[in-house]
C-alpha cells in the first residue's frame, strides 16, 4: 500500500524531532539537503554542517506535532508547518513553537532545504 504524500513528510518530520535521530550526524546529514538552511528559534541562521555538527549536542527534549499540514509548491517541493509542542524540564508546562519546512524530492528521497521555528507565548497546561 501506497504511503501518501502528507503521510511520508509528517513520518520524516516526527523522525526529526526524536530524540536519537537529533543525535546521530548521520542520521541528520541523510535528512537535510547540502543546500538546506535554517532560521531557528534563537534568531540564528544555520546552515546544514552547523546543524550536523551542533543538534546532536542539544537536550533531546521530546516533542510533539500538532496542527500538521503539508501543501505542495512544485512538482517535487512540498510546505510542511505545524505546531510542535514540547514540555519544559520540569514537565509541569508546554511550550509551543510554529515550525514550517520546505521538502524537496532529491536524489529518490525527500530532503530539508529550509526550516524554520518561531517560538509562540502560548502554553498548554
Known amino acids: ?18 530524540p536519537e ?39 533531546a527534549v521530546p516533542m510533539i506535532i500538532e496542527d ?10 512540498v510546505l510542511a508547518t505545524y505546531r510542535a509542542v514540547k514540555t519544559n524540564e520540569s514537565r509541569e508546562e508546554m511550550r509551543n513553537s510554529l515550525r514550517s519546512s520546505i521538502w524537496k524530492f532529491i536524489d529518490g528521497r525527500w530532503q530539508m532545504v529550509f526550516h524554520q521555528g518561531t517560538r509562540t507565548m502560548e502554553y498548554c497546561k
Open 21 to 59: 535521530i537529533r543525535g546521530s550526524r548521520e542520521e541528520i546529514s541523510v535528512l537535510l539537503a547540502d543546500d538546506f538552511v535554517e532560521f531557528g528559534v534563537s534568531g540564528r541562521i544555520f546552515d546544514k554542517m552547523q546543524v550536523v555538527e551542533e543538534l546532536p549536542h542539544s537536550p
Open 1 to 18: 500500500m501506497e504511503v501518501s504524500l502528507y503521510q511520508q513528510i509528517y513520518n520524516i518530520e516526527d523522525r526529526l524531532l526524536q
Open 68 to 77: 500538521f499540514q503539508v501543501k505542495v509548491l512544485a512538482p517535487g517541493a
